[in-house]
């Protein structure tokens, strides 16, 4: 079935410094690819989303490009602060009716000022 | 706007007992989602809804969890009798229609501890 791979964390960076967080997925048709957020103590929050391959999503200085070619979907941003600290997940849905999100386990980013 | 609402927000009790947990979407959305977090296996589905009627419920772990959504604002998750293999953070989330890539707004989750 369809799946999403995450790199583990937790991921330690001090302010200003270059993220990176890698995703893959495996699927049987052409999803659809997320980015979700969640902060100490809420409920996830959607932060970019990509519907097609080459697309790239961005928001709030993170951007990822949907990559078919390596199944992929690594998420990014140049230069983190410390209010970034947070889990992330990266997420997949098949274009389908009657089809749900597939999440991955999550990856925790510290920033340190 | 109100978001997604979810109540309790922490529960504690002690094996054996019903707990029950709630959830209103956002207004006029069509889509609603009941996932479990928890530290080995992560966000799991456990069961959505669309228009008020059970599409997959696959991810209900046992015949100890039920959900309903009697009406298009409100839905429930009960567990009888709970367990402590239960405890986990239990978030609802909705979405404006079933378009797979629409975005899910999540609520900000129930703490389920189970003695």
């Known amino acids: 079935g369809d799946s999403v791979t995450q790199m583990e964390g937790p991921v330690t960076l001090s302010e200003e410094a270059f993220l990176t967080i890698n995703c893959t997925y495996t699927?049987?048709?052409?999803?659809?690819l997320f980015w979700y957020v969640q902060y100490p103590g809420e409920g996830l929050q959607l932060l970019l989303k990509?519907?097609?391959?080459?697309d790239k999503g961005s928001n709030k200085g993170f951007e990822a490009t949907y990559r078919k070619e390596t199944t992929s979907f690594h998420l990014e941003k140049g230069s983190v602060q410390v209010s970034d600290s947070a889990v992330y997940f990266c997420?997949?849905?098949?274009?389908?009716?009657?089809?749900?999100?597939?999440f991955g386990k999550g990856t925790t980013l510290s920033v340190s000022s | 706007d109100a978001g997604v609402i979810q109540s309790p927000r922490h529960e504690v009790t002690e094996m054996g007992q019903e707990v029950t947990l709630r959830c209103k979407p956002i207004?006029?959305?069509?889509?609603l989602f009941w996932y479990r977090q928890t530290m080995m296996r992560g966000l799991e589905l456990l069961i959505y809804?669309?228009?008020?009627?059970?599409?997959?419920d696959s991810g209900m772990p046992e015949d100890r969890f039920s959900a309903k959504m009697p009406n298009a604002s409100f839905s429930t998750l009960k567990i009888q009798p709970s367990e402590p293999r239960d405890s986990a953070v239990y978030f609802c989330a909705s979405s404006p229609d079933y378009r797979p890539a629409n975005e899910q707004f999540f609520g900000p989750g129930t703490r389920l501890t189970v003695l």
């Open positions: 990509a519907t097609k391959a080459d």
């Open positions: 809804f669309n228009n008020n009627v059970p599409i997959d």
């Open positions: 699927a049987t048709g052409y999803p659809s």
């Open positions: 997420a997949l849905t098949e274009n389908q009716a009657g089809t749900a999100l597939i």
């Open positions: 207004s006029g959305h069509n889509s």
